[in-house]
């Protein structure tokens, strides 16, 4: 039986940050309410969200800037130094540091939540790749592949230490999960409700598969009656599900059984300011999820935002 795979819980973190740019904070709803629109720099084209706190982190997948966000507030402040490759899937440890899932670069970094400052990178493949998002567990993390059936495994040692820079391994996939074409695949990643197994998102074809870690051993998640069409970022609350359906501008809401071999479409949620969110963390009691905006063509003025919605 495979030990449980207890997702990593985020804290508070300090105020502290070496910073680079500012963005005019958002106002507040009446009555002292935390602002349910944020303002993100214009072309800064996000795509991955961390929660932390009443901090947010926002990554950028054109320059691989990092901006953090004041939740109660609406501040904002870009930490450390763009990398000029993607930023995508986020996630904070307890720790305070920020893995970060590296797009078409093929890598990952992890990164001083507070300072930006990159403590580690892993070099996890060459072209053709795009490793899109990332889960934390109590032993590991774990990082997706849109381009390749394949898992990144990054073991976290005694105390949470990091490995050397070749310290990961590489998760073939089998069983159920077929790879198709040459879009998005494997997408947003959680651990299961047990926390026994994984369950990812293929995006070209809207469907949840359950994943052995173990073996790389995939089933479908049985969800009658539904496609995840646009699956992108995942996120868990004890047993409830949340999947981002992107151009589809809403959170589809699953409640699945502990194994998370099963699950059932309870409802979807949706807002007007949606303008295709990507990814989601909860902060505060709300969820939180970054406008990709990907009809609209970018420039480098082009307004960004997040948006934050009210959990069912």
């Known amino acids: 039986m495979n030990r449980p795979l207890r997702t990593a819980l985020g804290v508070a973190l300090t105020t502290s940050l ?8 958002a106002q507040a709803h009446a009555g002292g309410q935390p602002p349910a629109v944020l303002a993100l720099p ?16 926002f990554g950028s997948r054109v320059t691989g800037a990092i901006h953090r966000v004041d939740l109660v507030t609406g501040a ?15 996630k904070v440890d307890p720790r305070g540091r920020l893995f970060v899932s590296g797009g078409a670069a093929g890598d990952a970094r992890v990164l001083d939540s507070r300072t930006g400052k ?12 795009f490793v899109n998002d990332v889960v934390l567990t109590h032993d590991a993390a774990y990082f997706t592949d849109s381009n390749r059936p394949v898992l990144y495994r990054l073991p976290l040692g005694r105390g949470g230490a990091l490995p050397p820079a070749d310290g990961f391994t590489t998760i073939a996939l089998t069983g159920a999960y077929e790879q198709v074409g040459t879009g998005v695949n494997l997408n947003g990643i959680v651990a299961t409700p047990d ?14 598969f359950r994943v052995d870690p173990a073996t790389g051993v ?13 699956g992108d970022g995942l996120l868990l609350l004890g047993r409830t ?26 409802g979807t949620i949706t807002d007007p300011n949606f303008d295709v969110p990507t990814t989601v963390a909860k902060a505060l009691g709300r969820l939180y999820l970054p406008n990709a ?9 082009t307004p960004y935002t997040a948006v934050a919605v009210r959990t069912r």
């Open 218 to 230: 995939t089933t479908v998640v049985d969800v009658p009656g539904y496609t995840f069409t646009n």
């Open 76 to 90: 904002g402040k870009t930490i450390g130094a763009p990398t000029g490759t993607p930023s995508l899937g986020l």
């Open 293 to 301: 905006r990907f009809t609209t063509p970018p420039t480098p003025t």
């Open 195 to 208: 926390g026994r197994a994984l369950i990812v998102v293929q995006s070209a074809t809207g469907t949840l």
């Open 42 to 57: 214009d072309g800064f084209q996000p795509e991955g969200v961390a929660t932390a706190g009443r901090y947010a982190y």
């Open 241 to 266: 599900l949340h999947v981002v359906q992107n151009r589809l501008n809403q959170i589809a809401v699953v409640t699945l059984n502990r194994a998370g071999t099963a699950g059932t479409v309870t």
């Open 118 to 129: 990159v403590l580690a990178r892993y070099q996890f493949a060459t072209a053709p790749t």
């Open 18 to 25: 070496l910073t680079s740019v500012a963005v005019a904070p």
